[in-house]
């Protein structure tokens, strides 16, 4: 069984964005997802980077736990599950296309109303692209890059006002990102976030989380972005902002899970996952996005929506992640 993760030697250059490394886990992330399947499993950990191919030639593992973001290009998070195939080696989550299209917000978003699940009206600005469709669109709005996730590029000041805002922000994301912006309109309604595990036809959705605005500074805009996960939201003292499990209505919780079954269905998700959404101002509920490599932080004290909505249903970090190992060996018929 193999770890993959990034490389340690990952550095941010002073004139790179701070958050450029947000998406990657943290040696301790790493560490206890290998504890954890040292339960059960013989584990070697291998970087998801060049050597890797190599690598898991040689190993040849049972089966690959796959955590690994790549670092480079818009199927960054596609490669080891690539490597994977080509090597017909069983791994965990989603499959190489499903990690593509759910990393580019857009082309998700180009599925999910395909088939009529709800979600934010959006234009996606490349680098030197017209911005002309800019002149009409209806505000507020969300500029976020098109590819990142862990919030990279999406901070308190990303929604925007005006027109002014709104031409700057794109402009930004262009430069510091150097990929197209996502332009949504903003929901400004309650947000939550659905922890998934297992596979079709038979998901389990664990209890709902629901991201509380209302902890967050005054004056802050109603964003779950850089600021609150990483700046506002101190390890020492962290911010009471999840909470799991929401506390909404039976009719508002069944409509929510019914969503998020069929965007799994309908984008392919595998093993595990979490899907982000928020209400509109009439109260119903879009898609923001899905993640296929959620989050996964393991101390409970910290905030990580996948590993507290698999407490709330009983699961402690180990078993999660054991979980997750058992339904990717099920469903590739190697575990009964
Ligand atoms: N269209 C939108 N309307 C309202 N809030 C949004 C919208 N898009 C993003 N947000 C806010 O920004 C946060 C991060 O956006 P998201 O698309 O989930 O990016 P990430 O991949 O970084 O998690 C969300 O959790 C939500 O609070
Ligand atoms: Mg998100």
């Known amino acids: ?4 993760r990034r490389p340690d030697e990952l550095v941010v250059d002073d004139d790179e964005p701070p958050d450029l490394l947000a998406e990657y886990d943290t040696e301790e992330t790493i560490s206890a997802v290998a504890a954890a399947l040292s339960r059960r499993y013989r584990v070697t950990r291998v970087e998801g980077d060049t050597r890797a191919y190599a690598r898991l030639r040689k190993l040849h593992p049972d089966l690959v736990f796959n955590i690994s973001e790549g ?14 195939e080509i090597l017909g080696l069983p791994y965990t989550g989603s499959d190489a296309l499903t990690l593509g299209i759910c990393l580019d917000k857009a082309r ?28 009409s ?7 976020k890059p098109l590819r990142e996730g862990s919030s990279m590029g999406i901070r308190n000041d990303s929604l925007v006002r005006t027109r002014t805002q709104l031409r700057a922000h794109v402009r930004e994301i262009h430069l510091a990102y ?18 998934v595990l297992g596979n ?15 902890v967050l500074p005054k004056g802050a805009n109603h964003v779950y972005g850089y600021e609150a996960k990483w700046v506002w939201d101190d390890p020492a003292k962290p911010l009471p902002i999840l909470v799991c499990p929401a506390k909404i209505s039976i009719a508002l919780n069944k409509r929510i899970r019914a969503l998020v079954g069929r965007a799994l269905d309908v984008l392919g998700i595998r093993d595990w996952a979490r899907v982000d959404l928020r209400l509109d101002a009439e109260g119903n509920p879009n898609l923001l996005e899905l993640n296929p490599l959620p989050g996964i932080l393991p101390d409970p004290g910290e905030n990580s929506a996948l590993p507290a909505a698999a407490r709330a249903a009983g699961y402690c970090y180990d078993e999660l992640i054991l979980k997750v190992a058992a339904i990717a060996l099920r469903r590739h018929g190697l575990l009964k």
Not at 122 to 131: C, T
Not at 181 to 191: C, D, K, M, T, Y
Not at 208 to 213: A, P
């Open 1 to 4: 069984m193999s770890v993959v």
């Open 71 to 84: 670092f480079t290009g818009p199927n960054r998070e596609s490669h080891v599950p690539v490597l994977c």
């Open 108 to 135: 998700a978003k180009e599925i999910l109303a395909y088939h009529q699940i709800p979600t934010a009206r959006f234009e996606v600005v490349a680098p030197g692209a017209s911005a002309a469709m800019l002149a």
């Open 137 to 143: 669109f209806r505000l507020p709005a969300m500029v």
């Open 178 to 195: 150097h990929q197209p912006a996502l332009v949504e309109e903003f929901l400004p309604g309650r947000e939550f976030t659905v922890g």
């Open 200 to 214: 079709a036809p038979a998901y389990e959705i664990l209890p709902l989380v629901e991201i509380n605005h209302s």
